[in-house]
């Protein structure tokens, strides 16, 4: 959407949610929708989320303020059922789920994740701002939707053929990166262990510093388990 703000900082944010139509009439309004097209309907106990996060607007022609949906701490699959149907998560961790930065402030840490011992079907790479991360509560579910590492700023998966990753838009500041394995059982990933890994381009990962506008490559290898 567009809108017209003066430049300083902002505290809130409100989204109202449609949950009869989306912006082109059609209905459901929220929504999961499947690779055979069928949809999910998504809806909240309320259709107003307060997002209670800061960002800037510069003194600019334009700002780009995006905002951020964690998926895996705003959607979770409905326990109890046959179907793959899905929800959103409770109000209080739906707010927290979802995140705000002014494109202008933030950058992105991308690399490659070399896993030459096959440790993991799927490794997920974790963002923590710097000195937070604590992996005896972040390797347990937290909250009422069980959310494991629920205090990362944003994650990754570690893609299966190339072994990319890509995490973006972060603000400014110092963050360390987490790399976790998943095993797979019949068609879910289970959590499995910490990993161990080591830079190959000399990079500190417990202490990066991410810059506005700037691209930062962490390429690492998969060294064991923790």
Known sequence: GNIDLEAGSYSNIEL????????????P?????????EKDQLEATSNTIDINDTFEVLVSPSNEIIIDFDLRKTIKEEQGTTANNFEFVSM?????GIRTVNNAMAGKISGSANDQNNTSD????????QGTFNADVESEGQGESNILFANAVTSSEVNGLSSQYNLSFLEEGEYELVFASYNKDGDDFYFNSLLTAESTTGIDLAGISVSSSIQINANVTIVGTK
């Open 16 to 27: 109202e949610l449609d949950y009869t139509a989306d912006a082109d009439g059609n209905t």
């Open 29 to 37: 309004g929220c929504y999961v929708e499947f690779v055979n097209g």
């Open 122 to 129: 799927k490794i997920v790479v974790y963002a923590y701002e």
């Open 92 to 96: 209080s961790e739906l707010t927290t």
